[in-house]
């Protein structure tokens, strides 16, 4: 009986002891793949989505008063003095300059909050309201023409905003294929939900330059990527989406999962940018449906863009290694082959600016699926998926009604068809066909020169480009870089709200255009620095001046 027993409590306590075993392996095997996912995280709090949420949220307000302002690093009484001058004379320049453009602003201001938010974070914000008070220099224009921008004023600047990257070919190019596009489509005018045939040949004209099969046609670059990603999770099966650390891709919450969106994406993960370990986390997880490169992190891999108002010190780094990104693109895609998840080239900026081809030509790696918007539109509105047939397939013939929906007013209007037809077009006539041609070794050269020039002129800072796409860099430490933006628009150079960190040159600047642009530029530098701002103590680092903000935080924070 008691053997009985024994050999009857013996079955369950071996399942028992298999199935304890089988947890406590599972809980290993969880452990460390959750391990793995916490390596493949980038050391900066950018690469911590969650956390930099928080942080944010601890980070109290503080603002420097006129003392402060100036001797935020403890320079000297006569360096203090030099500043405020500098500032004094910047100032009145504003004011009489630009008078009619910042009273606009202001006006409008009261009721656009995008003006509002764009006029808060153009310098650090302990900095931010004397500067708002006294460097107004206004978000309106009056027109554009060549190279250059005219504000109400009537102050011609060189524009070096690029409108986000819209600004390929030049503005004039844009205007006319605005007006040939519209003319193309008048007839049919704003008819919606029926497609004008135009739209039938931006398909074939993208099909032969994505080398895709099927495309979808969005209002804006982040829906294009809201419909990629979804089609990926729809085909995979899997919840997923993996971004690089500091890549952007829209505003949409599950590509945005840090600082600015209120919610945690609890379905994204955000991975080391060129990073070996990210790749192992690719190979193990069965959950990643798709992932997201932005092309433009090559040149500056796992930091997010280049904004003004994060230029508390000189430690921005940037720099355009091309050889190494492409070898890293190609272990990337054939991870993702390897492992049944959707490769995403989220070519919203770079494509059709670094070639026709968009990266997968430049760089030589064929993703799944590629995004573009921006520039493709003509100048108007635009966002494109563009994918293999699989892919891109929104229903199931074995499940009809398990479908995958997208929509969107909007999509196909006969006037943004029309302009990127007119676009499209352009890009195969003569002018069009060289408009890439020793494109990389131009910039290269131009960014070049400019940084002999201001090596030359002995002022610390230098530029890095991924082709004409720039940023801009500081060669000693300091708090005061992002004044240069001001120094910069008196000179005549127009920047976009994110400042020095993004400079995005059309590709019909000529020699003489940049080379009166590079003469603004170093005389801009030169007058800061002449005024004190780069005054600096040698023995000061970077790491210093950020600790030293981190003890005003502090103070702020017991202070309130
Ligand atoms: C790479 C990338 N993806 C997506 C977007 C979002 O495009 P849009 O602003 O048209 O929504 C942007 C915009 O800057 C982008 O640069």
Same mark, same amino acid.
């Given at each position: 009986m008691e053997a009985n027993l024994t050999a009857v409590a013996a079955q369950p306590l071996a399942l028992w002891g298999a199935g304890a075993l089988a947890v406590v392996a599972a809980a290993a095997t969880k452990g460390r793949a959750r391990l793995m996912l916490s390596r493949a995280k980038h050391r900066s709090l950018a690469g911590h989505a969650r956390m930099s949420r928080r942080v944010a949220g601890l980070i109290p307000a503080w603002s420097y008063d006129e003392q402060r302002f100036f001797r935020a690093d403890a320079a000297p009484d006569e360096v203090v003095r030099l500043r405020q001058a500098g500032f004094q004379r910047l100032s009145a320049l504003y004011r009489e300059r630009f008078a009619r453009t910042a009273a606009l602003t202001?006006?409008?201001?009261?009721?656009?909050?995008?003006?509002q938010f764009t006029g808060s974070y153009r310098v650090p914000f302990?900095?931010?309201?004397?500067?708002?008070?006294?460097?107004? %220099?206004?978000?309106?224009?009056?027109?554009?023409?060549?190279?250059?921008?005219?504000?109400?004023?009537?102050?011609?600047? $060189?524009?070096?905003?690029?409108? $986000?990257?819209?600004?390929?070919?030049?503005?004039?190019? $844009?205007? &006319?294929?605005?007006?040939?596009? %519209?003319?193309?489509? %008048?007839?049919?005018?704003?008819?919606?939900? %029926? $497609?004008?045939?135009?739209?039938?040949?931006?398909?074939? &004209?993208?099909?032969?330059i994505s080398k895709m099969d099927e495309m979808s046609f969005h209002m804006s670059g982040t829906e294009a990527v809201m419909q990629a990603v979804r089609l990926a999770r729809y085909h995979t099966k899997r919840s997923h989406v993996v971004r690089f650390c500091g890549a952007y891709h829209g505003w949409w919450g599950d590509v945005q999962p840090g600082v600015g969106n209120p919610t945690p994406a609890d379905y994204t993960y955000t991975l080391a940018d060129m990073s070996e370990t990210s790749l192992k986390v690719l190979a193990t997880r069965k959950n990643i449906a798709c992932v997201l490169v932005n092309p433009l992190q090559a040149l500056h891999p796992n930091s997010g863009a280049p904004s003004d108002s994060a230029l508390v010190d000189s430690s921005r780094k940037a720099g355009f290694d091309k050889v190494a990104y492409a070898a890293w693109l190609e272990r990337l895609a054939e991870t993702c082959r390897a492992n049944g998840i959707v490769l995403i080239f989220d070519d919203v900026f770079v494509g059709f600016r670094l070639a026709k081809g968009g990266s997968a030509e430049y760089f030589g790696v064929q993703p799944d699926m590629v995004t573009y918007g921006k520039t493709l539109g003509g100048g108007l509105p635009v966002g494109v998926l563009c994918g293999r047939a699989a892919l891109m397939k929104r229903y199931r013939d074995d499940r009809p009604v398990d479908i995958c929906f997208a929509r969107g007013t909007f999509n196909s209007h006969p006037y943004v068809m029309g302009a990127m037809n007119a676009f499209l077009r352009a890009l195969d006539t003569d002018e069009g066909r060289v408009l890439y041609e020793g494109a990389d070794d131009l910039w290269n050269g131009r960014a070049a020169l400019l940084n002999a020039k201001l090596a030359e002129a002995g002022v610390p800072v230098s530029v890095s480009n991924l082709s004409s796409i720039w940023t801009v860099g500081y060669t000693q430490p300091s708090r005061y870089n992002w004044m240069l933006q001001y120094y910069l628009r008196a000179e005549g150079l127009a920047l976009s709200w994110v400042g020095t960190g993004r400079l995005i040159f059309s590709l019909n600047y000529t020699d003489a255009d940049f080379a009166e642009v590079a003469g603004r530029f170093v005389k801009a530098a030169k007058a800061m620095q002449a005024d004190g701002w780069w005054w600096h103590d040698p023995a000061v680092t970077n790491r210093m001046i950020r600790r030293s903000i981190l003890k005003e935080m502090w103070a702020a924070r017991r202070a309130k």
């Amino acid at each position: 009986m008691e053997a009985n027993l024994t050999a009857v409590a013996a079955q369950p306590l071996a399942l028992w002891g298999a199935g304890a075993l089988a947890v406590v392996a599972a809980a290993a095997t969880k452990g460390r793949a959750r391990l793995m996912l916490s390596r493949a995280k980038h050391r900066s709090l950018a690469g911590h989505a969650r956390m930099s949420r928080r942080v944010a949220g601890l980070i109290p307000a503080w603002s420097y008063d006129e003392q402060r302002f100036f001797r935020a690093d403890a320079a000297p009484d006569e360096v203090v003095r030099l500043r405020q001058a500098g500032f004094q004379r910047l100032s009145a320049l504003y004011r009489e300059r630009f008078a009619r453009t910042a009273a606009l602003t202001k006006e409008a201001a009261t009721g656009l909050s995008d003006l509002q938010f764009t006029g808060s974070y153009r310098v650090p914000f302990q900095f931010s309201r004397l500067v708002r008070e006294n460097l107004s %220099a206004g978000s309106f224009l009056a027109a554009s023409d060549g190279v250059t921008v005219t504000d109400l004023d009537g102050n011609r600047f $060189y524009d070096l905003a690029g409108s $986000y990257g819209v600004n390929l070919m030049g503005f004039d190019a $844009y205007k &006319r294929m605005i007006a040939e596009g %519209a003319a193309q489509v %008048a007839e049919l005018g704003p008819v919606l939900g %029926a $497609y004008h045939p135009v739209v039938a040949d931006n398909v074939a &004209r993208l099909k032969a330059i994505s080398k895709m099969d099927e495309m979808s046609f969005h209002m804006s670059g982040t829906e294009a990527v809201m419909q990629a990603v979804r089609l990926a999770r729809y085909h995979t099966k899997r919840s997923h989406v993996v971004r690089f650390c500091g890549a952007y891709h829209g505003w949409w919450g599950d590509v945005q999962p840090g600082v600015g969106n209120p919610t945690p994406a609890d379905y994204t993960y955000t991975l080391a940018d060129m990073s070996e370990t990210s790749l192992k986390v690719l190979a193990t997880r069965k959950n990643i449906a798709c992932v997201l490169v932005n092309p433009l992190q090559a040149l500056h891999p796992n930091s997010g863009a280049p904004s003004d108002s994060a230029l508390v010190d000189s430690s921005r780094k940037a720099g355009f290694d091309k050889v190494a990104y492409a070898a890293w693109l190609e272990r990337l895609a054939e991870t993702c082959r390897a492992n049944g998840i959707v490769l995403i080239f989220d070519d919203v900026f770079v494509g059709f600016r670094l070639a026709k081809g968009g990266s997968a030509e430049y760089f030589g790696v064929q993703p799944d699926m590629v995004t573009y918007g921006k520039t493709l539109g003509g100048g108007l509105p635009v966002g494109v998926l563009c994918g293999r047939a699989a892919l891109m397939k929104r229903y199931r013939d074995d499940r009809p009604v398990d479908i995958c929906f997208a929509r969107g007013t909007f999509n196909s209007h006969p006037y943004v068809m029309g302009a990127m037809n007119a676009f499209l077009r352009a890009l195969d006539t003569d002018e069009g066909r060289v408009l890439y041609e020793g494109a990389d070794d131009l910039w290269n050269g131009r960014a070049a020169l400019l940084n002999a020039k201001l090596a030359e002129a002995g002022v610390p800072v230098s530029v890095s480009n991924l082709s004409s796409i720039w940023t801009v860099g500081y060669t000693q430490p300091s708090r005061y870089n992002w004044m240069l933006q001001y120094y910069l628009r008196a000179e005549g150079l127009a920047l976009s709200w994110v400042g020095t960190g993004r400079l995005i040159f059309s590709l019909n600047y000529t020699d003489a255009d940049f080379a009166e642009v590079a003469g603004r530029f170093v005389k801009a530098a030169k007058a800061m620095q002449a005024d004190g701002w780069w005054w600096h103590d040698p023995a000061v680092t970077n790491r210093m001046i950020r600790r030293s903000i981190l003890k005003e935080m502090w103070a702020a924070r017991r202070a309130k």
